[in-house]
Antibody, heavy 121, light 109 residues
Framework: QLQLQESGPGLVNPSETLSLTCTVS??????????WGWIRQPPGKGLEWLGD???????YYNPSLMSRVTISVDTSKRQFSLKLYSVTAADTAVYYC?????????????WGQGTLVTVSS | QSALTQPASVSGSPGQSITISCTGT?????????VSWYQQHPGKAPKLIIY???QRPSGISHRFSGSKSGTTASLTISGLQAEDEADYHC??????????FGGGTKVTV
């Protein structure tokens, strides 16, 4: 059963870079049918798609965040990563990684358990 | 790219049916049959329950159904059960390889 697990610091200083990694287990990250994505949820708010990547490194980003976000992949470690630059308190959220289907409906499944990142000094 | 609009809360009694709306625009919900729905219990990750507007993944109860009319997608939960109490999120493809979510709806049983 495919599982995803986020990891990274839970506290980031304002203006610095948020860095998270998602580790994939129980299945291959090398598939042409799926993208690997990041989605966040500010406290008490809805979900926001940040972007995703294929195992070959092709990326798509949310236009509203494109200037501040980079997603990369390391297939040898079955990991993909998120970097969000110049963070502010508005970037405080639970960050999820998820697999996105690219062939039969563009759905997101499964999701990692999520990791809370707080931006504060 | 604006978030899809969902009611903040919907409630129903056990056994009843409820419907959650998800309103978008002609650029997202209205242009594609690519709306998905997710159930999220408190402190848990979202779980896919409907994709491609009306398709159920394996293992998802037939009590969950999806539909669309114009720029509004809907999720109906029939035979409401206590375990259905959760937050529900809709998501639509918005063109240009971008995705947009709704604000989420809290269902109370």
């Amino acid at each position: 059963q495919l599982q995803l697990q986020e990891s990274g610091p839970g506290l980031v200083n304002p203006s610095e870079t948020l860095s998270l990694t998602c580790t994939v287990s129980g299945g291959s990250i090398n598939s042409n049918e799926y993208f690997w994505g990041w989605i966040r949820q500010p406290p008490g708010k809805g979900l926001e798609w940040l972007g995703d990547i294929t195992y070959r490194g092709s990326t798509y980003y949310n236009p509203s965040l494109m200037s501040r976000v980079t997603i990369s992949v390391d297939t040898s470690k079955r990991q993909f990563s998120l970097k969000l630059y110049s963070v502010t308190a508005a970037d405080t959220a639970v960050y999820y990684c998820a697999r996105r289907d690219d062939s039969s409906g563009y759905w997101f499944d499964p999701w990692g358990q999520g990791t809370l990142v707080t931006v504060s000094s | 790219q604006s978030a899809l609009t969902q009611p903040a809360s919907v409630s129903g009694s056990p056994g009843q049916s409820i419907t959650i709306s998800c309103t978008g625009t002609s650029s997202d919900v209205g242009s594609y049959d690519l709306v998905s729905w997710y159930q999220q219990h408190p402190g848990k990750a979202p779980k896919l329950i409907i994709y491609a507007g009306s398709q159920r993944p394996s293992g998802i109860s037939h009590r969950f159904s999806g539909s669309k009319s114009g720029t509004t997608a809907s999720l109906t939960i029939s035979g409401l059960q206590a375990e259905d109490e959760a937050d529900y999120h809709c998501c639509s493809y918005a063109g240009g390889y971008t995705w947009v979510f709704g604000g989420g709806t809290k269902v109370t049983v």
